[in-house]
Every structure is written in structure tokens, then in C-alpha cells.
């Protein structure tokens, strides 16, 4: 990668101003090209110590180049030169010129890709670093507490009454079942608790589409009142399925000592509430109580 150089204005006609003559007056700058060219031992030789600093291609040596350049343009020959020499010193002279009008615009060009560079690594420096996996795209979305790797591991559903998420342990599962291979219009529902079967299991197991309630006679009554458990699985249910729900959850109510059956659901309002929270048991007392039109 070039070095950043101090940056130069470029030459306005691409013929860059003698620094030794810029103030002097012409019969002086005369006299100073004469003396520099005798010195020199001839035009030829200074033109070739000037092709000789621009050869460095750096702005201080090519500026150098230009100005012995520009004095052996100036000096008065010894003796009238012929017409291939004068070409070719004008030529070594229009080389030297052009070399250092591009090394000028080239250092510009750096100055100012590296002014922009400065300015992105001070930008960057005041910015707060922010690791991949904590940037807000990368955070877990909302459900119900619970991240995507703990609903993996848990195996969590949800409750068709209620949209509790919890470990699928934790609720009744009624899975669609078909009882012949053969026939796809007959089905049978099948309740499993666990590893305890409510009712008679099918021949073809219990792999299939499944709806998941809550083990309370309160998400039992909500899923059948609401016809959520028919929904899910697509297919009517039996009044005898849901008369074993029923009974399934009022066993285990009274195993625990709880009674839910005065509860009333409060669904929350907008998205569906297992990406935010499940909605609220609440006792009709309370409802009353905070105003709520049920």
C-alpha cells in the first residue's frame, strides 16, 4: 500500500511553477538558469540530473526535476541548436512536467482516502461494540419466557383453551387416529396422559395429528365449549371423547385439591398469546370486581 504523502496542490496547466524563480525578475531567473546550466556542465546534463530525481517519483524529488527542467528551458544556448535537439528537450522536459503533475494528483488522492479512513475508524471507535449474538436481530423472540433452544428441549405445546406453553407432559394429548389403512373416513380419538392411555388404543398407535389441553376442568370445558379441540384436529368430536376429558381432569383436580370450574378465562387482546403471555384464570368475584363486561 503507497505511504500517505503530504498532499499538493495540483498545476493549474500541467506545468508546475519554478519555487527558485517564482518571485525574480526575468533578466535574474536568467541569470540563474545561465549559472545552474554552466554549472552543470550543459542542458544535456541537467535535464539528466533532473530525469534522475524524478526517477524517485516522490513530490519533493519530482519538484526538484521540474525546476532544473524548467532552467534548462530557459538558459541561452551556446550556439544555435538544431531542430531534433530542441524536440528532444522538450520532450525530457514535457516527460519530467507530466510525471509530477501525477505523482501530485495521486498524493491528493491518498491525502484524501486516508482523511476519509481516519474519519470512519473515529466514527467507528465512538460506536459501542456490540458482540453478533446480542444484536437485536439475533435476540430470542417472545415465547412466554421461554427461548427456541428451551422449547426444543422440552418438547413444548401449547393449550388449545388457554395458549399456555409448557412441556407436553403437562397436558392431556387427543391425537386423530385411523383405525383401518384401507379407509380414511373412519377415526378414532385416543386421549394419552402420559404414558397411561384414557381410552382403548387403535391398532395403528398413537402417531397422528394431536390437539394438547391442559390437565383443569376449566381448560377442559373452555376447549370443548369453543370447539377448539374439533378445530385443531379437523374432524368431529365424539361426546364420549369429551366426556372422558372431562372426567380425566376432575380426577386429577381432586388428587391435587383444586377446583377450577369457578375461573373465567381472560384472553389478552391483539397477537395470539403464546408469543407474549397465556391469558389470566380469573374468579368471577374478581371480574366483577375490576369492571370487566363478560
Not at 12 to 31: E, G, K
Not at 141 to 166: F, M, N, P, W, Y
Request: proline share 4%; with cysteine.
Amino acid at each position: 500500500m503507497r505511504p500517505t504523502l503530504r498532499a499538493r496542490k495540483p498545476p493549474s496547466a500541467s506545468v508546475a511553477r519554478d519555487p527558485l524563480s517564482a518571485s525574480s525578475s526575468p533578466s535574474l531567473t536568467s541569470s540563474l538558469s545561465d549559472a545552474i546550466v554552466d554549472l552543470a556542465g550543459g542542458i544535456d546534463a541537467v535535464l539528466d540530473i533532473a530525469e534522475t530525481h524524478a526517477r524517485e517519483r516522490t513530490s519533493a524529488s519530482l519538484g526538484v526535476a521540474v525546476s532544473l527542467a524548467r532552467h534548462a528551458e530557459r538558459a541561452r544556448q551556446p550556439s544555435a541548436p538544431s531542430a531534433s535537439t530542441l524536440s528532444s528537450s522538450r520532450r525530457r522536459i514535457d516527460d519530467i512536467e507530466r510525471d509530477y503533475a501525477q505523482v501530485t494528483m495521486e498524493d491528493s488522492f491518498y491525502t484524501e482516502i486516508s482523511r476519509a479512513a481516519r474519519a470512519i475508524r473515529r466514527r467507528d471507535k465512538a460506536k459501542p461494540k456490540v458482540r453478533a449474538r446480542d444484536r437485536a436481530c439475533n435476540q430470542p423472540k417472545a415465547r412466554q419466557g421461554l427461548r427456541k433452544s428451551d422449547v426444543r428441549d422440552i418438547h413444548a405445546r401449547s393449550c388449545v383453551a388457554c395458549e399456555r406453553l409448557a412441556a407436553q407432559g403437562e397436558f392431556f394429548r387427543v391425537v386423530r387416529v385411523k383405525l383401518r389403512a384401507d379407509d380414511a373416513d373412519e377415526d378414532e380419538m385416543v386421549v394419552k396422559d402420559g404414558e397411561r392411555y384414557v381410552s382403548r388404543m387403535s391398532e395403528s398407535g398413537t402417531n397422528g395429528r394431536s390437539a394438547y389441553v391442559c390437565k383443569t376442568r376449566a381448560c377442559v370445558d373452555r376447549a370443548v365449549r369453543v370447539n377448539a379441540i374439533a378445530r385443531i384436529l379437523r374432524v368431529n368430536i365424539p361426546q364420549s371423547l369429551c366426556a372422558t376429558l372431562k372426567a380425566e381432569a376432575t380426577a386429577f383436580e381432586e388428587a391435587n385439591g383444586v377446583d377450577t370450574r369457578p375461573l373465567l378465562y381472560l384472553r389478552p387482546e391483539g397477537a395470539s398469546a403464546r408469543w407474549t403471555a397465556p391469558g389470566e384464570w380469573v374468579a368471577r368475584e374478581d371480574i366483577r370486581a375490576r369492571g370487566i363486561k363478560w
